[in-house]
């Protein structure tokens, strides 16, 4: 897991990089905050994305099931190489 939440500016790289709909806070337009109103695809894609700017395998395939670091399905998180999302006990210990 990430030590910071994805902030809009890093949001909008990979948007512009992947031709992604960007969604723009005309409110309040800081680039520093955490991007908000991103759906669970965009966000398994925004994953995908860095893995694969770090040299990482994808975590996801285009169905959003986990790749192990061999590609294969799997349901073992310790498998996972790439970025991914956390699940729901991580997220609460964080």
């Given at each position: 897991m990430g030590k910071y939440t994805v902030t809009c500016q890093e949001y909008?790289?990979?948007c512009r990089e992947t031709g992604a709909e960007e969604f723009i806070d005309?409110?309040?337009?800081?680039?520093?905050?955490?991007?908000v109103r991103v759906n669970w695809f965009e966000a398994i894609a925004y994953c995908n994305w860095l893995s694969e700017k770090e040299g990482l395998p994808?975590?996801?395939?285009e169905l959003?099931?986990?790749?192990?670091?061999?590609?294969?399905?799997?349901?073992?998180?310790?498998?996972?190489?790439?970025?991914?999302?956390?699940?729901?006990a991580e997220w609460e210990y964080a």
């Open positions: 909008s790289r990979f005309r409110y309040f337009p800081n680039v520093r905050k955490p991007a994808p975590a996801y395939d959003g099931k986990l790749l192990d670091c061999d590609g294969s399905h799997t349901t073992d998180l310790r498998r996972v190489a790439g970025y991914r999302l956390p699940t729901e």
